[in-house]
């Protein structure tokens, strides 16, 4: 395979230092492949037309069924307006923003690993070719000076500042796609959390404020 060949080669005459990049890139790889999987699991769950329909109830005041309906519900939407039923005698918004945090900080985990190796990437390749350019300075002054070795030296030093730059480059493009995620999820969730409040409101003029209602009745009812 003489592509294989000439990638292991290059890869060789980048020093040792070329470990360290290569680190960085399994890093960079696995963390976008999880974060991949991530996101493609909340674009399943989000279930907006279900909390939109489960808002009407809770405007009705009808607080068991929404419970039921939320019961084994796996969308962040779903599992705020629960956590804020769950503490309706309390502080109901203030449960739905905590759940919403808890997605968020999930949402955005081991994103500062793409965030570091965009930063640490360059740095080692330019650590590797500076210690290249410092081997290479070895021959000057020696009685067996050959410029194509000084020469050949410093160009075996940049293949780390290129390989460290492209690991850089690479790793840019989903470290700020999945930012812009997480920022337009934390939008949504803002828009959720403040929708449920409405609707909690609009129960309590209506006589039915979610403080009345007991979780625990409504789920042994259901026994």
Known sequence: MPLANIVVETFLKGGPIMWPILACLV????????????????????????????????????????????RDAASPFLVALRAGLANGRAEPVTAMQLSAEETLEEAGARQWLLSTIVTLAPLLGLLGTVIGIMGSFQFIGSEQLAVAKVSGGVGEALIATAAGLGIAIVCLIPH???????QALRHDLEQAVNQAEVALKAAAAAGQPVGEFQPETAAGRTR
């Open 27 to 70: 890093v960079a790889l696995a963390t976008v492949a999880e974060r991949v999987l991530y996101w493609r699991k909340v674009r399943r769950l989000r279930a907006e037309p279900a909390f939109a329909e489960i808002l009407g109830d809770v405007r009705l005041g009808r607080f068991g069924p929404v419970w039921e309906r939320t």
């Open 176 to 182: 700020n796609y999945f930012h812009r995620r997480v």
